[in-house]
């Protein structure tokens, strides 16, 4: 719960919202997905955004899937978290010619090194969802 942001009623507006469950304050919308409880706590789902942290670190993984899309011979991207906790790494998988080597020097060129995927994989196609 929060007040808002200190003379910034357009910010306030785009990041806090009300909740019949908490009555007349304003709750934070800080992306992540959650459900109250009987109890009124609340219980964590996960993110509603790309946002992941990694090592202490807050990563966007639409941010890696844009600077290798930025390659000229990417035709798509997807980035995702592989393994748990210490062992936990970012895994990007490509479409297109590009040679995954050379899109690991690219990004060490336009991402700082936490945001670097350990592995990078040429896959023919991405799969999707029946909802695209």
């Known amino acids: 719960m929060g007040r808002g942001y200190w003379n910034n009623p357009d910010q306030t507006r785009k990041l806090f919202g009300s909740s019949p469950a908490v009555g007349p304050e304003r ?7 959650v459900r109250w409880l009987p109890d009124g706590n609340l219980d964590f789902l996960g993110r509603g955004d790309g946002q992941i942290k990694l090592r202490g670190f807050r990563i966007e993984l639409g941010e890696i899937d844009a600077a290798l899309t930025a390659h000229l011979q990417v035709e798509a991207a997807a980035t995702v978290v592989a393994g748990r906790g210490q ?28 945001m670097i ?8 196609e991405l799969p999707v969802t029946s909802h695209g």
């Open 117 to 124: 995927p350990a592995t990078v994989l040429r896959v023919p």
């Open 27 to 33: 709750l934070y919308r800080a992306g992540d997905r």
């Open 87 to 114: 062992d936990a790494e970012l895994v990007a998988f490509v479409t297109g010619a590009a040679d995954p080597l050379q899109l690991r020097d690219h990004l060490t060129r336009k991402l700082p090194r936490h």
